[in-house]
């Protein structure tokens, strides 16, 4: 008897809420505060995923400088793509 037949989980959903071109969804969120510093005296970083492409990483020193990195890493996209962000998914 195959072991799949025995399988009782059921199959994973397809997502809907995925983001098909650069920049259409990116998620944030923020890591830390470790016990020890990175080079530069950072405590937390900052990830930042879109869907299609790849991940940003940004160290700070506070968690304050969050909303300052997500609006530069916007800028960034706008003046260097040619490209806006749509959707910003975030916990908290």
Request: hydrophobic share 40%.
């Amino acid at each position: 008897m195959c072991l799949r037949e025995k399988q009782t989980r059921l199959s994973f959903l397809i997502r809907d809420n995925i983001a098909l071109n650069k920049f259409d969804l990116i998620h944030c969120d923020i890591w830390g505060a470790y016990r020890v510093k990175a080079f530069c005296g950072a405590h937390y970083f900052l990830t930042i995923v879109d869907d299609p492409s790849r991940v940003w990483v940004d160290l700070m020193k506070d968690k304050s400088e969050a909303s300052q990195l997500v609006r530069n890493f916007c800028h960034m996209l706008n003046t260097q793509f040619d490209a806006n962000v749509k959707i910003i998914r975030s916990y908290r």
